[in-house]
């Protein structure tokens, strides 16, 4: 895939998106200077460019009563089944992000638990469980300081 170049209007649309995915194209039109059409056409070719890959709805998980946010290491007895595991992890609805990594584990998973009880059942009756997972290290995240997008200004100075 060719390598789409990102211009300053570009970086300003995508800024307004990642704000507020909901924000009405003529809104960011008016904020960026340009015609509603030409937005349309930039999302457009943005998405093509496969730099905007969707849009969603965020959804508190303390709000719904998850109150537990943990990180889990898996460790697997071969890197050839890796594909088995992540399979049988995705059965696993508490389970929001998984990652196939470099370094002491294979997998780093981030899942959100209504308590302690709830995350003790779900890594010790499902997770370690699944065939392959030799060992797990539990990191309790006990607050999100941040979580953002990725940058989209290509020159810091067009900030």
Do not use: W
Not at 32 to 52: F, M, P, T, Y
Not at 56 to 69: F, M, T
């Amino acid at each position: 895939m060719a390598k789409y170049n990102v211009d300053a209007i570009d970086q300003k649309i995508l800024m307004h998106l990642i704000e507020n995915a909901r924000m009405p194209f003529l809104e960011i039109a008016r904020e960026c200077g340009i015609s509603g059409a030409a937005i349309h056409q930039r999302v457009k070719k943005l998405e093509d460019a496969g730099i905007i890959t969707g849009s969603r709805l965020e959804i508190d998980p303390k709000a719904l009563g998850n109150d537990v946010h943990a990180f889990v290491g898996i460790q697997i007895s071969q890197t050839n089944i890796y594909k088995d595991v992540i399979n049988s992890l995705k059965n696993i609805p508490e389970i929001v992000e998984c990652h196939f990594i470099t370094g002491k584990y294979s997998l780093f998973i981030k899942l959100y638990c209504r308590d302690n009880q709830h995350l003790m059942h779900v890594i010790i009756n499902l997770i370690q469980k699944i065939p392959g997972i030799t060992q797990t290290e539990t990191f309790l995240s006990l607050e999100e300081v941040f979580e953002r997008q990725v940058n989209v200004l290509v020159d810091k100075e067009t900030k």
